[in-house]
């Protein structure tokens, strides 16, 4: 079983920053794409940022230059840095990763999501 847990998300201010953090673990033989996509309320789930196993990221227009998303592979973790928040960032967080685990194929998973609110 592969499982990815995140964790950082919280209350800021307008401006403010977080960090939010997702760690994969499980019998992980390979990790490919990782990523970060957002559901504001009422809305649908939309990609925020990914970053290959070589480091190529995509960023959505809206975080661009404000996000900036990481990745350390010996800990199978990918990191977002997030800065000059505003209230329309205000949704719940989702880890993503492309895995292929230990006598299986390559799957997406899905971390439980972490709630980010943006409010004065």
């Known amino acids: 079983q592969v499982q990815l847990v995140e964790s950082g998300g919280g209350l800021v201010q307008p401006g403010g920053s977080l960090r939010l953090s997702c760690a994969a673990s499980g019998l992980i033989r390979n990790i490919n794409a990782m990523g970060w996509y957002r559901q504001p309320p009422g809305k649908e789930r939309e990609l925020v940022v990914s970053?290959?196993?070589?480091?190529?990221?995509n960023y959505a227009d809206s975080v661009l230059g404000r996000f900036s998303i990481s990745r350390d592979h010996a800990k199978n973790t990918v990191y977002l840095q997030m800065n000059s928040l505003k209230p329309e960032d205000t949704a719940v967080y989702y880890c993503?990763?492309?895995?292929?685990?230990?006598?299986?194929?390559?799957?997406?998973?899905w971390g439980q999501g972490t709630q980010v609110t943006i409010s004065s």
């Open positions: 970053i290959t196993s070589s480091g190529s990221t």
């Open positions: 993503n990763a492309e895995v292929r685990p230990f006598g299986g194929s390559w799957s997406n998973y």
